[in-house]
């Protein structure tokens, strides 16, 4: 099937990585009815509000598949979603994976309703899921009259109550039944916003593929497997969401969402879920090591302790470890995912002052600074350049931006 959107896919390079493993022929998609069919009633998902199993998240995931597809939907049609912390917000994604559309979840809930609106018109958005009351701005603005005017969007979805022209968020499929699935695990299936700080922010696309590539080697290099309850502290519209939702599916693990009812703090949440692998970023790992000390020795059943996004002080990785709990020193982007960890078998100075190694899907190399094609000898400073299964596929739109990142090594 023809991919309408200009990508880095190059089919040498897609054979060598199939070849290696890296590349397989699941989907986000094909592996949810997998496990759907493997362990129905086991737990796939959970938030504040719900707790779905393999079977249940897989009628929610179908239902909203099926309603997309009704509005007229195409193949590589873009699907926004402006939602808080829930497990609807799992299911869009291997929704757009079973339709072949492209899932757009990096809107955060500090956007302004201008600003959400602006990042929708740059994509050309087809669908866009929210609620009322979301974003900075939402007592003052209001998000479905603002989306309204966009020529793009066939279908605005809410989780509340539903204003003229709003459709409620699907929970079973309608007539007519279900298109055949679309299994091609190259296609762009995740468009994902960069932060933005070094200009106007690029959207990152991510095949099932280069998505899973990362979730396929943390989960083996980590042991990780259905048994594992997965807790993430971050949004689900941060890029460790879908870092997240990739071992969820590589392991068939539930994946628990920072949506705690309003009663626990997060240290409750982590405690009342038995979660034993959390992620998150040091911020809020020095937050629950924090009410720890206030009270508990331990943190519940957690045996590893993800953190990413910024340098980890060495003091929070040795007070997980004083406690039992191996942090997971990680580096990565948007980009290229989480691609380089520690191991749980490091020594305790490598967990402590590290980000460990690149991940069997990706490899880095340190270059001049003043010249990305030399690489920087030991000892020196320069640009770090990467390459692998997990890669980007490119900037949407943006050809300038694609091209200028990658020097003569492809790195």
């Known amino acids: 099937m023809t991919n309408t959107l200009l990508t880095l896919h190059d089919p040498e390079m897609a054979q060598r990585y199939y070849d290696e493993g890296l590349w397989q022929q699941d989907t986000l998609y094909t592996l949810l009815c997998a496990h759907a069919a493997g362990r129905p009633t086991a737990f796939a998902v959970r938030d504040g509000r719900r707790r779905l199993s393999w079977r249940e998240l897989r009628a929610l995931v179908d239902a909203v598949a099926a309603d997309l597809h009704a509005a007229g939907l195409k193949r590589g049609a873009r699907v926004s979603v402006w939602l808080p912390n829930r497990v609807e917000a799992v299911a869009i994604l291997l929704a757009c994976s079973r339709q072949g559309y492209v899932c757009n979840p990096s809107l955060h809930r500090n956007y302004t309703v201008g600003e959400i609106v602006e990042l929708l018109s740059r994509i050309r958005a087809s669908a866009l899921f929210t609620e009322p009351g979301y974003g900075a701005d939402a007592a003052s603005a209001d998000i479905f009259a603002a989306a309204a005017t966009l020529p793009s969007l066939r279908r605005i979805y809410t989780l509340g109550t539903c204003p003229p022209g709003v459709a409620p968020f699907p929970t079973t499929v309608a007539s007519p039944s279900l298109p055949p699935a679309d299994n091609d695990p190259d296609k762009i299936v995740y468009l994902a916003f960069t932060s933005g700080t070094t200009g106007s922010p690029k959207g990152v696309m991510h095949s099932d593929n280069t998505l ?12 990780h497997d259905e048994r594992a309850i997965l807790l993430s502290l971050s949004p689900m519209s941060h890029h460790i969401g879908a870092v997240a939702i990739e071992q969820m599916m590589a392991a068939g693990l539930e994946l628990v969402v920072n949506a705690p009812p309003p009663d626990l703090t997060p240290l409750d949440w982590i405690i009342v879920t038995g979660a034993d692998y959390v992620m998150g970023v040091p911020t809020q790992a020095m937050d629950i090591l924090a009410e720890v000390r206030h009270g508990l020795d331990q943190l519940g059943r957690v045996k590893v302790f993800y953190m990413a996004g910024s340098p980890i002080p060495h003091e929070t990785a040795q007070a997980f470890l004083d406690r039992g709990v191996l942090p997971q020193n990680v580096y990565g982007m948007t980009e290229n995912g989480s691609h380089q960890y520690t191991l749980q078998n490091d020594d305790r100075q490598t967990i402590v002052e590290t980000c460990g190694r690149a991940c069997r ?51």
């Open 361 to 411: 899907a990706y490899e880095i190399r340190i270059w001049d600074k003043d010249n990305p094609d030399v690489e920087a000898p030991p000892g020196t400073v320069g640009e770090i350049g990467g390459r692998g299964a997990c890669l980007t596929l490119g900037y949407f739109d943006n050809q300038q931006a694609t091209e200028e990142s990658f020097g003569r090594a492809g790195l």
């Open 212 to 223: 899973l590539a990362n979730g396929r080697a943390m989960v083996a290099d980590w042991h």
